[in-house]
């Protein structure tokens, strides 16, 4: 059974980092590329990153780029998202997320159970 | 602002069909697979249309997903009140090398 256990959210004020983990289980972890997708309250999903299973290529929305990074470590099967100068609009549930088949990257068959991130002063 | 563009709500009466749209361009839907997703509020996501059409495992085949130029559709048949929740699209998309959801549909089982 695939298991995505994520940890590390909490509030942040404005400006401040925060980092995100995703300890995966059930697969052979080095094998998938994995992805970080959020939920503001009340609006829609909005995908944030994707690392590949090497983790040497990596991909971002928009508004993540210069500010977050995804890295994973692959002998403890886990996924990072460090999240940096955090503004008060990336407040949402972050959701960690895998795919069930290479090469469809919108593909998403698994997901955590969600942190959320709330970001205020 | 989403990429894909879906329509806000639907709705249908029980037992009836209804068809969520979701249109795109060239760079997302008109050369990727379109994915759907249904999300109850308060938990996560769950595929329910994958490559355009395909119905994972265990999704009823009163859900159905198509995809025609720079357009999806995603239609369910038999309406049940336990549809009555949200519904997105997504795609890749080539010029932004990023996945794309749509603005998500909210269904309303009248």
Known sequence: ?121 | QSVLTQPPSASGAPGQRVIISCSGTNSNIGSNYVYWYQQIPGAAPRLIIHRNDQRPSGVPDRFSGSRSGTSASLAISGLRSEDEVDYYCASWDNNLSGVIFGGGTKLTVL
């Open chain 1, 1 to 121: 059974e695939v298991l995505l256990l994520q940890s590390g959210g909490g509030l942040v004020q404005p400006g401040g980092s925060l980092r995100l983990s995703c300890a995966a289980s059930g697969f052979v972890f080095n094998t998938y590329a994995l992805k970080w997708v959020r939920q503001a309250p009340g609006k829609g999903l909005e995908w944030v990153s994707e690392i590949s299973a090497s983790g040497t290529t990596t991909y971002y929305g928009d508004f993540a780029k210069g500010r977050f990074t995804i890295s994973r470590d692959n002998s403890r099967g886990t996924v990072f998202l460090t999240m940096t100068n955090l503004r008060v609009d990336d407040a949402a549930i972050y959701y960690c997320a895998k795919g069930e088949m290479r090469g469809e990257p919108a593909r998403i068959d698994y997901w955590g159970q969600g942190v959320a991130v709330t970001v205020s002063s």
